[in-house]
C-alpha cells in the first residue's frame, strides 16, 4: 500500500480535473455525443435526474414553464430570473399560484404586450380570465360593426 500525504493526494485530484476540464473543452462534440448516447440509455435515470431538479429548484422551473409556455404561444418574455421573482416574491402570492379560479398568475395589463416590468401583475386566474373574457367582448362588438 503506498501512502501519499493529504497535500500529495489533494494536488493529484486537482490536477486530474484539470485535464478532464481541458479534454471536455478541447472534445465539446465527444463530450456531447456521450451525454447523449448515455441519456438514450438511460432514460429512466434522466427522468429521476428531471424530477429532482425540479423539486430542488421550484422556483427556477415555475421560470422556465412561463418563458417556454409565452415563446410558445408567440408572446415575448422580456424578464431576467431575478426580474421575474422579484414581481412574484413581491406579490406574497408565490405560495397560493397555480391552476384553479382562486390560484395566482402572473398576468399581462390587457392581455397584450410582452411579460415584462411595468406590463404585468399577479392575480388570480378568475381574475385575468374575466378581463380577457371582456378584451375580446369589446373586439368582438367592434368587428359586428
Not at 404585468?120 to 359586428?144: F, M, P, Q, Y
Request: net charge neutral.
Amino acid at each position: 500500500m503506498i501512502l501519499v500525504s493529504d497535500e500529495e493526494w489533494e494536488e493529484h485530484r486537482t490536477g486530474k480535473k484539470a485535464k478532464k476540464r481541458e479534454w471536455e473543452a478541447n472534445n465539446k462534440d465527444k463530450r456531447s455525443e456521450i451525454n447523449k448516447t448515455w441519456r438514450e440509455g438511460n432514460p429512466e435515470k434522466v427522468a429521476e435526474g428531471a424530477k429532482a431538479w425540479r423539486e430542488d429548484n421550484p422556483k427556477y422551473y415555475a421560470f422556465g414553464t412561463q418563458r417556454q409556455n409565452a415563446k410558445t404561444r408567440g408572446i415575448p418574455f422580456h424578464f431576467s430570473f431575478e426580474g421575474w421573482w422579484e414581481v412574484w416574491g413581491t406579490s406574497g402570492k408565490w405560495e397560493q399560484r397555480g391552476k384553479g379560479a382562486d390560484k395566482y398568475c402572473m398576468c399581462r395589463t390587457g392581455d397584450e404586450g410582452p411579460y415584462e416590468y411595468g406590463n404585468v401583475r399577479v392575480d388570480t386566474n378568475e381574475n385575468n380570465l374575466a378581463e380577457s373574457r371582456e378584451i375580446r367582448s369589446k373586439l368582438k362588438g367592434l368587428d359586428d360593426e
